[in-house]
């Protein structure tokens, strides 16, 4: 018998779970990926939020946990960049094996 457990928090609800750090997940994959080129991300508005240069010595978590604050952004626009996030990290994987 396969059982499930999910997280909960000590009131016994479940744990809030958090868009944007799923966002700044995503990012932190991407610009660590050897694959990852500025200039070939598609989306706009995800490469407001991705710095010039990647590679695995990156650590603007902080700076970009801040800027998405700063921005308030709404849920369905995290959604959006999360799920641009992951589409480029998968063509980031593509270039880097050919």
Do not use: C
Not at 15 to 25: K, P
């Amino acid at each position: 018998m396969l059982r499930r457990f999910s997280s909960t928090t000590h009131k016994g609800s479940a744990a809030r779970h958090d868009e944007t750090e799923d966002l700044i997940l995503g990012i932190r994959r991407l610009v660590r990926h050897s694959g990852y080129e500025r200039d070939k991300i598609v989306s706009a508005l995800l490469k407001q939020y991705l710095p010039n240069i990647g590679g695995t010595a990156w650590a603007g978590e902080a700076s970009l946990r801040r800027d998405l604050k700063a921005a308030r952004l709404d849920a369905r626009t995290i959604a959006y960049l999360t799920a641009s996030a992951g589409g480029e990290l998968q063509m980031a994987h593509e270039r880097s094996v050919g």
